[in-house]
């Protein structure tokens, strides 16, 4: 609102702009520019009244973020995250109305952020966390079941596109992503880790209800990276080195019941064709 006395007429758009550029920091509107354009309150003054909600929605936006990136938050320590936050929201600001989405480039701000330098798995344990709580979003159709394809002939099934269900990604990184991330709940004194020389592949995915994450095993990767592609099963067990040889075949076979059986695939109703 303006004052009634030293009024300064801005078009809406303009006022809403350089309210927000300097919410992040982008320019300067000025305590006196403030006092012009903003009616006083009836107590206090405008910059108090600027002060109290720019401070307060750079708080909130630190508490959102810490929930979407709680290993982030707990491995670099408050003070460093809260910096970290305001940086990103001065480069990046939000996009949307909905708060959910404010982190969705921390992982790449990560990369060149002097942080990175001396935590350099931090890029990728951000990049988990946010493929988590997109997991945590995710819509949750019926997945394929192993009855499902039971009911059908074998050459139908081999036959059959993979589809992953929502949420549903697989992660190679240099480091050991799952054990970083579980430093979230752990105390000061059982913080110790070695991270360098143990990379790591990971699975994302959400099951009843609930998002998780687990290491991969080699065979397990490279199925469902095959799976993303819509590859079949007949397609899989032909790209693989000794498709042919029936232990292949077995531990091919023992390995999609596995995954079939943590809802990772969605159910088209193909089989039923």
């Given at each position: 609102?303006?004052?009634?006395?030293?009024?300064?007429?801005?078009?809406?758009?303009?006022?809403?702009?350089?309210?927000?550029?300097?919410?992040?920091?982008?320019?300067?509107?000025?305590?006196?520019?403030?006092?012009?354009?903003?009616?006083?309150?009836?107590?206090?003054?405008?910059?108090?009244?600027?002060?109290?909600?720019?401070?307060?929605?750079?708080?909130?936006l630190v508490e959102a973020?810490?929930?979407?990136?709680?290993?982030?938050?707990?491995?670099?320590?408050?003070?460093?995250?809260?910096?970290?936050?305001?940086?990103?929201?001065?480069?990046?600001?939000?996009?949307?109305?909905?708060?959910?989405?404010?982190?969705?480039?921390?992982?790449?701000?990560?990369?060149?952020?002097?942080?990175?330098?001396?935590?350099?798995?931090?890029?990728?344990?951000?990049?988990?966390?946010?493929?988590?709580?997109?997991?945590?979003v995710a819509k949750d159709?019926?997945?394929?079941?192993?009855?499902?394809?039971?009911?059908?002939?074998?050459?139908?099934?081999?036959?059959?596109?993979?589809?992953?269900?929502?949420?549903?990604?697989?992660?190679?990184?240099?480091?050991?992503?799952?054990?970083?991330?579980?430093?979230?709940?752990?105390?000061?004194?059982?913080?110790?880790?070695?991270?360098?020389?143990?990379?790591?592949?990971?699975?994302?995915?959400?099951?009843?209800?609930?998002?998780?994450?687990?290491?991969?095993?080699?065979?397990?990767?490279?199925?469902?990276?095959?799976?993303?592609?819509?590859?079949?099963?007949?397609?899989?067990?032909?790209?693989?080195?000794?498709?042919?040889?029936?232990?292949?075949?077995?531990?091919?076979?023992?390995?999609?019941?596995?995954?079939?059986?943590?809802?990772?695939?969605?159910?088209?109703?193909?089989?039923?064709?």
């Amino acid at each position: 609102m303006r004052s009634r006395q030293h009024s300064e007429k801005l078009p809406l758009e303009t006022l809403q702009t350089a309210f927000s550029g300097e919410l992040f920091g982008r320019q300067t509107f000025g305590p006196e520019r403030r006092e012009r354009c903003f009616r006083k309150p009836p107590e206090g003054t405008v910059e108090s009244r600027w002060h109290i909600y720019s401070s307060g929605y750079l708080t909130r936006l630190v508490e959102a973020l810490e929930n979407d990136y709680p290993a982030l938050a707990r491995v670099v320590g408050p003070g460093p995250f809260g910096s970290l936050i305001q940086r990103y929201v001065a480069a990046h600001p939000p996009r949307s109305f909905d708060l959910r989405y404010a982190g969705d480039r921390l992982a790449t701000f990560l990369e060149p952020d002097p942080l990175t330098g001396d935590l350099p798995f931090l890029p990728d344990l951000a990049r988990l966390e946010w493929l988590l709580a997109e997991a945590f979003v995710a819509k949750d159709p019926e997945p394929l079941r192993w009855r499902d394809l039971q009911a059908v002939d074998p050459e139908t099934v081999s036959e059959l596109p993979l589809v992953l269900n929502p949420g549903t990604v697989v992660i190679r990184s240099r480091w050991p992503l799952v054990d970083i991330w579980k430093l979230k709940d752990k105390d000061d004194e059982e913080v110790s880790l070695e991270v360098e020389g143990h990379p790591s592949t990971v699975l994302v995915f959400r099951n009843k209800l609930q998002t998780r994450c687990r290491k991969l095993e080699e065979t397990e990767a490279r199925f469902l990276e095959a799976a993303a592609r819509g590859s079949s099963l007949a397609e899989i067990q032909a790209a693989w080195a000794d498709g042919d040889d029936p232990d292949v075949v077995r531990q091919l076979l023992e390995g999609f019941r596995r995954l079939v059986d943590e809802g990772l695939f969605l159910n088209t109703g193909r089989h039923r064709e």
